[in-house]
């Protein structure tokens, strides 16, 4: 995938592997909500894992303890999730 940064500089990302796994966990689980995290990188939301909820406050816990530095986290459905990332895996 490309994509077009603030700068004007084209960032190359692409999701199939995340798409595959949150597809298949879709499968397997049924709709269910997610934490997932990003990084914004020139301007551009760059989505990098999700993780499945079991419990909001524990959890959420767990991943600001754990982020890495500029990484954020929001919680989704996982189908809107799948449905952002393919949209984005088009673009380019």
Do not use: Q
């Amino acid at each position: 995938m490309r994509l077009i940064g603030k700068s004007g500089t084209a960032l190359n990302h692409e999701h199939n592997c995340l798409i595959k796994k949150l597809s298949k966990d879709i499968k397997l689980n049924g709709e269910f909500t997610c934490w997932y995290t990003f990084k914004i990188i020139d301007g551009i939301k760059i989505y990098t894992s999700y993780r499945k909820i079991d419990n909001y406050r524990t959890d959420a816990m767990c991943l600001i303890k754990n982020h890495e530095k500029g990484e954020y986290f929001e919680s989704i459905k996982a189908t809107d999730l799948l449905k952002i990332l393919k949209k984005r895996n088009k673009v380019g």
